[in-house]
Antibody, heavy 122, light 107 residues
Framework: EVQLVESGGGLVQPGRSLRLSCAASGFTFDDYAMHWVRQAPGRGLEWVSSISWNSVNIGYADSVKGRFTISRDNAKNSLYLQMNSLRAEDTALYYC???????????????WGQGTLVTVSS | DIQMTQSPSSLSASVGDRVTITCRASQDISNYLAWFQQKPGKAPKSLIYAASSLQSGVPSKFSGSGSGTDFTLTISSLQPEDFATYYCQQYNSYPLTFGGGTKVEIK
């Protein structure tokens, strides 16, 4: 059974940093691209970032480019999101997701974690 | 960036109704479209990919169609467990983009 467990969320002041983690199990982690998608309270889904199985191909939403960094450790079956210079508008539930395929680029999330809440406020 | 527009943004329907949700892309995305269902307080669930392929374990009452710029998600006979918000997402090109969602409510 595929399991994705996010952690690292919490309350943080504007301008500070936070690192999210996603622990994966139940599948061969280094075969698949992975994603981060967020959802602000009461709002829709927003793609944040994706990373290919080998970390060669990475993409970011314009809203986080230059501030967020996605990475993965295939030896630890883990996905990360380093979030710097956080803003109030980054407040959201952050979901980790496993891609449907093992291609060179991420496509869409086949399996979703339960999310970790990030609140940016002074 | 490719914009994804869903309509309607919300709808009221009765158990047993046939429901259709539309998703329009701002440019040709071939069939690189996925649909998701999200219930309140829960993570989204993948329903359909490649515009019309059913994800494993998803009941056949869900179906998708379309290609190019216009797509639909149909629920053939709405059941109580289907009341949720539905999202489309294109994966033709980066940035990946979602539609704004369609909330299906009980009439």
């Amino acid at each position: 059974e595929v399991q994705l467990v996010e952690s690292g969320g919490g309350l943080v002041q504007p301008g500070r940093s936070l690192r999210l983690s996603c622990a994966a199990s139940g599948f061969t982690f280094d075969d698949y691209a992975m994603h981060w998608v967020r959802q602000a309270p009461g709002r829709g889904l927003e793609w944040v970032s994706s990373i290919s199985w080998n970390s060669v191909n990475i993409g970011y939403a314009d809203s986080v480019k230059g501030r967020f960094t996605i990475s993965r450790d295939n030896a630890k079956n883990s996905l990360y999101l380093q979030m710097n210079s956080l803003r109030a508008e980054d407040t959201a539930l952050y979901y980790c997701g496993k891609d449907r395929w093992g291609g060179a680029y991420g496509t869409f999330i086949e399996y979703w974690g339960q999310g970790t809440l990030v609140t940016v406020s002074s | 960036d490719i914009q994804m527009t869903q309509s309607p943004s919300s709808l009221s329907a009765s158990v047993g109704d046939r429901v259709t949700i539309t998703c329009r892309a701002s440019q040709d995305i071939s069939n690189y479209l996925a649909w998701f269902q999200q219930k309140p307080g829960k993570a989204p669930k993948s329903l359909i990919y490649a515009a019309s392929s059913l994800q494993s374990g998803v009941p056949s009452k869900f179906s998708g169609s379309g290609s190019g710029t216009d797509f639909t998600l149909t629920i053939s006979s709405l059941q109580p467990e289907d009341f949720a918000t539905y999202y489309c997402q294109q994966y033709n090109s980066y940035p990946l983009t979602f539609g704004g969602g369609t909330k299906v409510e009980i009439k």
